[in-house]
T-cell receptor, first 114, second 115 residues
């Protein structure tokens, strides 16, 4: 069975600094997608970034980038120049390409210190 | 311009009651989902529908019955509510279904509190 593990329940970072959130997953499949979702206090689930497993190049979206290590089954999220608005729960998620189901990790709560 | 909307946003009710949560998406997507987020923030899929057809039913008690009158709507009806049903319920949609790896877009969630 596929699982997603986020080993850091909470993290803090100073405003304008860089922070990396960890995620590992377990699968025997080769064709899948990985996502990071952000859930601010408003409760809305917002897609931050997505990575196709067949692509070697790491995905980047402005200040957000991932370090995708397929062999190690690791998918970390790096946030550069952290801003107060980045404070939220961050969920790592996995989806098999041939399946509709997204499997979520338990989340990392990120605090931004002014 | 809301892409995926849910009503109501908050629902407080007594044990044993029956309640419904509505979801609508205006993205033209074919697939819709219901997720449950428990008090520890753990998010888990409950159901998915593709073009009004049930695709995933993730061992949810049969007190939960999704209904899709058309592909833009997926409602969730819950019978005989129990304390353990208290959670945030998210609706989501995606353009296609399995084989496309599509991103899912979430609604704002409905916080259900059962007293």
């Amino acid at each position: 069975a596929q699982t997603v593990t986020q080993s850091q329940p909470e993290m803090s970072v100073q405003e304008a600094e860089t922070v990396t959130l960890s995620c590992t997953y377990d699968t025997s499949e080769s064709d899948y997608y990985l996502f990071w979702y952000k859930q601010p206090p408003s409760r809305q689930m917002i897609l931050v970034i997505r990575q196709e497993a067949y692509k070697q190049q790491n995905a980047t979206e402005n200040r957000f980038s991932v370090n995708f290590q397929k062999a190690a089954k690791s998918f970390s999220l790096k946030i550069s120049d952290s801003q107060l608005g980045d404070a939220a729960m961050y969920f790592c998620a996995y989806r098999l390409n041939r399946d509709d189901k997204i499997i979520f990790g338990k989340g990392t709560r990120l605090h931004i210190l002014p | 311009d809301t892409a995926v909307s849910q009503t109501p946003k908050y629902l407080v009710t007594q044990m044993g009651n029956d309640k419904s949560i509505k979801c609508e998406q205006n993205l033209g997507h074919d697939t819709m989902y219901w997720y449950k987020q428990d008090s520890k923030k753990f998010l888990k899929i409950m159901f998915s529908y593709n073009n009004k057809e049930l695709i995933i039913n993730e061992t949810v008690p049969n007190r939960f019955s999704p209904k899709s009158p058309d592909k833009a709507h997926l409602n969730l009806h819950i019978n005989s509510l129990e304390l353990g049903d208290s959670a945030v319920y998210f609706c989501a949609s995606s353009p296609g279904h399995s084989g496309y790896g599509d991103t899912q877009y979430f609604g704002p969630g409905t916080r259900l509190t059962v007293l």
